[in-house]
Structures are given as structure tokens and as C-alpha cells.
């Protein structure tokens, strides 16, 4: 017999959760969105989404909710100080996908194991940008409750190609900092071979042609170099939240022994500093362009 389709509620329409709740309709799933700043939510309307008043609106009747919003301060406004938790109903999935680190996940699994028990927590971020998501092709690092699979995995499958079940509340943030310290050195790695290309007065479309079909380009860093080929540094991955997720990432690392990555982190803080911090991760290689032509 067929499982009946989860109801879906969406909550925080960036870049990724519009393009998340986006895939869940396409997918047929129900779903309901909110966001605070509502001429986004109505924006998906047309799309065929429930557009509610209010989060804890959004989460009423509903048999899985996602958040997928900036940082713990703001998850914990949805879920406490605008009822969402409240009125999630008893058995309902709350699958927290925004990348909070593993302090700000254990203070929000606290919250729920304290406040609502009846509900089912995931911690399930995600690995991807804007479209991977949009494409419904995201990585999902899934932890938490076995119970909340059999809904999850649905919606998971409309919002991802594939998701890794990694056991107890927390794992799935830790892997989530694990993945992006590595594509925050791959996004480093990118932006200082091209800019000392240029240096050198090659051609970037030199450079692609002599890295294409070779081992040192991932999938990711083929989809970026031509768009630094075309100078396009609209965010697909912002440099300010890949900053935040080094950040996270050196709370659980030493940073002496890291020192690395807390080098990066501090160039990375001077570039946002200059007020590129909205332009994807890749706008490091317009730095250092302009560092160089200062020497």
C-alpha cells in the first residue's frame, strides 16, 4: 500500500529554501511556505504553494516542516518566539537544514527535546548552492530520529540525488563543516590560480582548456570558472555565509593546529570588509586581482 504524501511547510524563502520548496511542488508534494518578508512567499504562489500568515500558520496540519534560514538566532525566533514549535502538530518532522554549526544545532535540539518531545527532530543540512537546489540535485546530511524517515525521505527525495544518514542529532551539521572547509579551500584554491593566471598574462580560457578532462577539477570548479571567466560574481554561494561556515568550523577545530583555514578566514574577513561579502565565494579572485595591481 502507497504511503500517504507528506504536507510540507517551508520556512525561510533565500536563495535555498525558495529553490528547496520549489522542488517539493514540482514534485507534487503539498507544501505550505512563509517567509518574513511575505511578496517573497506570494512569489511561489504561482508555482502552486500555500502561502501562510504566520509560521506557526504554515506548520498547522502539516506532517514535516523544513527551516532553512541564517543562523540559530534566527531559527530559534521561528521556532519559539513565533510559535512555529508550538503548534507543529504531535509526530510532525522538523527537519532543520540551515547551517547553524554543532553548538547551534544541540542548543535547538535541546529546545525541542524540552518543549515539544512528540516531535520528530532531524538535523539535515545540506551540500550545494543555488542551482544544484534549484535542479532538486542537493546532498542532504541527514541525522536524527529513525521515525521521522519514513516522512523525510519523500521530501528528501524531491529536494536532493541523494542523502547521507549519519545517526544521532549532530552528525549531519559535522558534516556539513567538514564539507564546507573543503570547498572553501577549493573556492581559495580557484581564486589563486586564476588570479596569478592573470598575473602571468594567461588567458583564463587558456587556463580551462588546459585543466579540461584533467584530475584537478571537480564539478563544482568547472561550473565557477567560466562564470570568473566572464567576470559574474553574483551569489551563488555568498563569500559572507561560506565565511560564517569557516567560522563554525574553527569553534570545533584548534586554530593554531587549523592554522590554515584561520588564515584563510582572516582574508576572507578583509574581503567582506571591502563590501564584497553579498558576491559569491568566488569574488576572492576580484581581491586578489586588485591586491596584485597595488604592489
Known amino acids: 500500500m502507497a504511503e500517504e504524501r507528506p504536507k510540507l511547510a517551508v520556512l525561510g524563502l533565500g536563495t535555498m529554501g525558495r529553490a528547496m520548496a520549489g522542488s517539493a511542488l514540482r514534485s507534487g508534494i503539498p507544501t505550505v511556505v512563509w517567509n518574513r518578508d511575505p511578496g517573497v512567499a506570494h512569489r511561489l504562489a504561482d508555482q502552486g504553494a500555500d502561502v501562510a500568515a504566520s509560521a506557526a500558520d504554515a506548520v498547522e496540519g502539516t506532517t514535516m516542516v523544513i527551516t532553512m534560514v541564517t543562523d540559530t538566532q534566527a531559527v530559534t525566533s521561528i521556532a519559539v518566539d513565533l510559535g512555529m514549535l508550538e503548534a507543529l502538530p504531535a509526530g510532525a518532522v522538523w527537519a532543520q537544514m540551515s547551517t547553524i554549526g554543532v553548538e547551534g544545532t544541540a542548543t535547538i535540539s535541546s529546545i525541542v527535546e ?17 542551482v544544484p537546489a534549484e535542479q532538486g540535485k542537493l546532498i542532504i ?5 529513525e521515525q521521522a524517515r519514513p516522512t523525510a525521505e519523500p521530501v528528501f527525495a524531491a529536494i536532493g540525488q541523494r542523502t547521507v544518514w549519519l545517526g544521532q542529532v549532530g552528525m549531519g551539521s559535522r558534516m556539513k563543516l567538514v564539507n564546507n572547509t573543503l570547498l572553501a579551500f577549493a573556492a581559495e584554491g580557484v581564486a589563486n590560480s586564476i588570479a596569478l593566471a592573470r598575473k602571468l598574462g594567461l588567458e583564463v580560457r587558456s587556463v580551462l582548456d588546459a585543466f579540461e578532462g584533467g584530475p584537478l577539477v571537480s564539478p563544482w570548479m568547472a561550473g565557477k570558472l567560466p562564470r570568473i571567466q566572464d567576470d559574474d560574481y ?16 574553527l569553534e570545533q577545530a584548534d586554530p593554531p593546529r587549523f592554522a590554515v583555514l584561520a588564515a584563510l578566514a582572516r582574508e576572507w574577513e578583509e574581503i567582506e570588509q571591502q ?18 595591481k597595488l604592489l
Do not use: I, N, Y
Open 114 to 130: 524540552r518543549r515539544r518531545p512528540d516531535v520528530l527532530f532531524l538535523d539535515a543540512p545540506v551540500s550545494g548552492s543555488k
Open 141 to 145: 546530511f541527514a541525522s536524527g530520529s
Open 234 to 249: 553574483s551569489p551563488e554561494f555568498p563569500l559572507a555565509l561560506a565565511l560564517k561556515d569557516v567560522h563554525l568550523a
Open 275 to 292: 563590501g564584497l561579502g553579498d558576491l559569491d565565494v568566488t569574488v576572492v579572485t576580484r581581491s586578489l586581482e586588485r591586491t596584485s
